[in-house]
């Protein structure tokens, strides 16, 4: 289906084509024509993005047994308000539908604003929320969907264990009052719709708040509607709110103290004396009020809020600060201050004068702030969602900071500004999806070629030939840990900090470790890298020990013991052998590495010297190696050409023109030097 | 007369672990099998009697647990006096996730705060099984960065108005009454006597 302008056509001479639209549907072939819009673009647009959503529905054969939703759960529990109430709400509504029409066609009137303010009928929740709320569309757009969904997410393992965990231990906390969650039938609906969404939703997954607002939604709505409207609620009408840092709800406290400072300004000064203006309304959004009045009286705002969005909480927040103004600005503390808030949100049930209080509140908030819109508030979330996250991109800054320190002999200072370059490169927003097990900053990776980038700048092994060939080696060894093809901070920092701190035999190892090539040596020689540093002295002292034992027997020793002490000694590597292939490839590296050297007489001499040396060795230690290989599978490096990290390390040491050119190469250029190149290239 | 003295407190541990259970004991006496989980953060306040004439307002701030609630706790932490750290005794993670916490709080607010540590939901210990975390290597832990420590349980009420009033009283100890809620910080940290009592049964440890 396409939504075009229609062509020219003589049946329709009376409309002016620019601001008309006619919609063609396709079984009853009849059509519409709809004219004189004003905003005709955004219509059209509206349209055209709905309809293709809608993938031609073809019958999905689904394999998913059948799994049997819920209804609304009032049906089965207890409903709190009289029949009579609702038969008289009812009687209104079906009077306003026989003249205004039901369905997604509804007119918005006056009189409709005066009915959902007397709360929507039990029984016509379910039809108004998932209008209302727009959800009515998407379900439209995705049948079946849900129960795939339910399938799917019921196949544990599929999400993240984490997030099935903190539903399972929510479930149970979403609406301990009411009895349809005190129960397995209502539990299990819950379950099957905060796995299902987070399963649907991987972004947002799931969120503390969701099981309360699930947990209404399942009250008066059947499974899939509420699924939908959920869906509307976490992506549409609480913008970010439940995302993985609660953004959405942190940028509208921002908001909020806006209004106040407009509205209020008295009050919003001494709200802020008292250090609570930030927090005092965060739960009061986040939970759509459910949390802080009484069920029964949240309920008619959710009702409200389906109908006219955001605006609604704006509105009846200030509303509420504004009756207690007085009160407040006679507090002392911001204890009195929130205790005054707390007993008055509590007492939010009695009925004055026919008319119950938050029913009064409500229409006292269209009265005093009708004025607040969905496009203001916008604008001003454009602002705070600048402010909200540079905050939190500081907060992670530090917190990168804090947290590498221990594993690097950077100062916080160099630390941060190479998060701040690691970070630009990693290319991740902020607000992206993150595992909640891990710190904010250890979700930013950066790719091969983004690290092939950083390494341009920052490392002072980047030169001579071929530098991206040591450089992808080295990626590949501190990109294990993520088995993901990416590198994170924690190994980044690992990483320069070898290449710009540690002294020379550290350089050395790194350069070893990276030519391991086979698979099990490899793995084995990574982890020493990779591994805390205190799980080595564990292993470490236990072969000390015999070491020790060893020199104090060496008095006596025949030539079989010392033999053995031999052995011993290698053994006591922690890293495996390399092979004669991975050795040629480490020479060409070290080659490559200096070719740019301006002393690089001394130094190739040096290097094919030692080359020369450490392949004799290889070959000599062949039948020592036999010897110590006494068992199984040591088929591969049995009689074959190795070469211990020991003597690769004793051979370079012996080279001083090879230790010369570590040394200087670090100090070429200082990280601040190197930082300032990157910033200048990709910083504006 | 003056206001009796106050101070802020902040509750913060991983989610479900029985913060809000913990307050509710604490300040009501009452608990509820399943609390409603807190979003955003939960206020609520208790007067102790410290000693013969002082009495101390806790003002109790008590945070949500999930971890994408984290970048909020600075707004109720900051200025707080004291924080009482909860993890759950059947859960290891938990622990971890309080350890978290006292470094949080440790590089925020200093040395000064007083951190209570409470192993929650002691009265599982007796469940076969059930104990994922030993007290005797949390007492060190608590030891070394100077919490009060204490396993409680809300549910029973073991040891909840005595982790309240260590608290209560150490931050007395530091502060003369009158200058309450004005932090100073000018006091050499008092090291906390951390009791090491492993089990959950020992109500013998209410010290006075």
Known sequence: MVVEKQPETSNIPDIESQSALIIITKERAGTFTFSNFNDREFVLNKLSTLLSQYSEITDLKTDTPTITLSNPLYLQFNCHDTEELQKLKETSWNNHFSNYGRGSAIYRTNELYELIFQGIPNSLRNELWLIFSGAIHDKAANPNVYQKLVHESSLVKIIHDSTNDEIERDLYRALPDQKAFQQESGISALRRLLRAYACHNTDV????????????????????????????????????????????????????????????????????????????????????????????????????????????????????????????LQCHDDGDAIMILTSYLDGLTDEDENEKKIVRLIKQSYEDYNDINEEDINRLRLKHRLKVVQTMAESILQSAAKNTLKYTSFTEYEIKDLFYVFKDASRISLTEAIDPRKLAYETYRVGRSEYLVLC????????????????????????????????????????????????????????????????????????????????????????????????????????????????????????????QTEFIHLCKTMYDLMTSAADDENLFHSLTTS?????????????????????????????????????????????????????????????????????????? | MSRPGHFKMVLLGESAVGKSSLALRFAKGQYQDHAESTIGAAFLTHTLQIDADTTLKVELWDTAGQERYHSLAPMYYRGAQAALVVYDITNADSLSQAKKWVKELRTANGIDMIIGLAGNKADLATTVNKRKVDAREVAEYADDNQLIFMETSAKRGDNVSEIFMNVARQVAMKQPTNTLNKPQGAFPPTKPKPKGNSSCCSSSDSKS
């Open chain 1, 205 to 328: 997954g799931y969120c503390q708040a969701m099981n309360i607002i699930g947990g209404v939604l399942l009250l008066y709505m059947n499974e899939e509607d509420a699924f939908w409207t959920l869906a509307a609620l976490c992506e549409r009408l609480l913008p970010d709110y439940y995302n993985t840092k609660v953004v959405g709800a942190l940028i509208d406290q921002g908001v909020f103290n806006d209004y106040c400072d407009e509205y209020l300004p008295d009050l919003y000064e001494k709200l802020k004396i008292l250090g609570v203006a930030t927090c005092i309304s965060l739960s009061w959004f986040l939970t759509l009020f459910i949390c802080v009045i009484p069920f029964e009286s949240a309920l008619y705002v959710i009702d409200i809020f389906f109908y006219d969005g955001i605006k609604v909480l704006f509105q009846l927040a200030l509303t509420i600060l504004k009756e207690n103004q007085d009160r407040l």
């Open chain 1, 456 to 579: 341009k700048y920052l490392s002072p092994w980047f030169i001579g030939e071929h530098p991206e060939d040591l450089a992808k080696r080295l990626f590949d060894v501190y990109s294990i840990s993520t088995n993901s093809n990416e590198i994170d901070f924690i190994n980044f920092i690992r990483l320069w900090n070898i290449l710009l701190n540690e002294d020379f035999n550290d350089k050395l190892r790194l350069i070893f470790i990276a030519h391991i090539e086979e698979g099990k040596r490899r793995d084995k020689a990574i982890s020493t890298l990779l591994e805390p540093i205190t799980m080595h002295p564990v292993s470490k002292t236990s072969d000390n020990k015999q070491a020790e034992a060893a020199a104090s027997t060496e008095q006596a020793s025949t030539s079989v013991e010392s033999k053995e002490e031999e052995n011993l000694k290698i053994k006591l590597s922690l890293l495996p052998l390399m092979n």
């Open chain 1, 611 to 684: 080359s020369t040396i450490l392949f004799k060795t290889g070959e000599m230690c062949k039948p020592y190696r036999a010897l110590e290989d006494d068992n199984k599978n040591s088929d591969e490096t049995n009689n074959q050409w190795t070469l211990s990290f020991e003597q690769f390390s004793a051979a370079m040491y012996a080279e001083t023109p090879i230790v010369t050119w570590f040394e200087s190469n670090t100090q070429q250029q200082s990280l601040e030097q190197r930082i300032h190149n990157y910033n200048q290239d990709f910083l504006r």
